[in-house]
């Protein structure tokens, strides 16, 4: 079976500071998907940032960076020069290669603090 | 942009009551989900649907069941709503994978919050 282990239940981080939250995942696959969604507030879930664990090159989007270590099974998500907006739950996820099944860790709640 | 729609933001229901949440997508997705949300838990499957009337069961689907009868709609019911029900409802919808045409991204509705007294 997948798992997805989020082991940083909060976090917080200043303003316009780098954060790293962590994120492992257990599978035999060779191929499959990885996911950091973020879910604000009473506010929906939106995708952050996608790897495909083929790609060897980490995926960055903006601010957002993941640092992907496939031999160690982790992937981690950095935001750099965090803004109050970043403030929210961040939930990893992963995809097998053969079915539609996402699996997701617990989540961390991220504070952005002026 | 994908729009995924449930029916409502907050819901109180008693102990006993039948419950239906609504989940309507605009993107004629294939696949349609129905996770619970608790703290310290993430997300967890209840049931899934990849086509019109056929249902797979998630990691929690004791005391759900769930409809598709269109493409667009996947609707989650509660026969009988207890206490440990009481959650965060999310509806996601994606396309059916193709190998690496398609990463399975999921796209989420804002979700319910059922509160059962």
């Known amino acids: 079976a997948q798992t997805v282990t989020q082991s940083q239940p909060e976090m917080s981080v200043q303003e316009a500071e780098t954060v790293t939250l962590s994120c492992t995942y257990d599978?035999?696959?060779?191929?499959?998907?990885l996911f950091w969604y973020k879910q604000p507030p009473s506010r929906q879930m939106i995708l952050v940032i996608r790897q495909e664990a083929y790609k060897q090159q980490n995926a960055t989007e903006n601010r957002f960076s993941v640092n992907f270590q496939k031999a160690a099974k982790s992937f981690s998500l950095k935001i750099s020069d965090s803004q109050l907006g970043d403030t929210a739950m961040y939930f990893c996820?992963?995809?097998?290669?053969?079915?539609?099944?996402?699996?997701f860790g617990a989540g961390t709640r991220l504070t952005v603090k002026p | 942009d994908v729009k995924v729609t449930q029916s409502s933001r907050y819901l109180v229901k008693r102990t006993g009551e039948k419950v239906f949440l609504e989940c309507v997508q605009d993107m004629d997705h294939e696949n349609m989900f129905w996770y619970r949300q608790d703290p310290g838990l993430g997300l967890r499957l209840i049931y899934f649907s990849y086509d019109v009337k056929m249902k797979e069961k998630g990691d929690i689907p004791e005391g759900y069941s769930v409809s598709r009868e269109k493409k667009e709609r996947f609707s989650l019911i509660l026969e009988s709503a207890s206490t440990n029900q009481t959650s965060m409802y999310l509806c996601?919808?994606?396309?059916?994978?193709?190998?690496?045409?398609?990463?399975?991204?999921?796209?989420f509705g804002e979700g319910s919050r059922l509160t059962v007294l």
């Open positions: 996601a919808s994606s396309l059916w994978r193709l190998a690496e045409s398609n990463t399975g991204e999921l796209f």
């Open positions: 599978t035999s696959e060779n191929n499959y998907y």
């Open positions: 996820a992963f995809i097998p290669p053969v079915n539609n099944d996402m699996r």
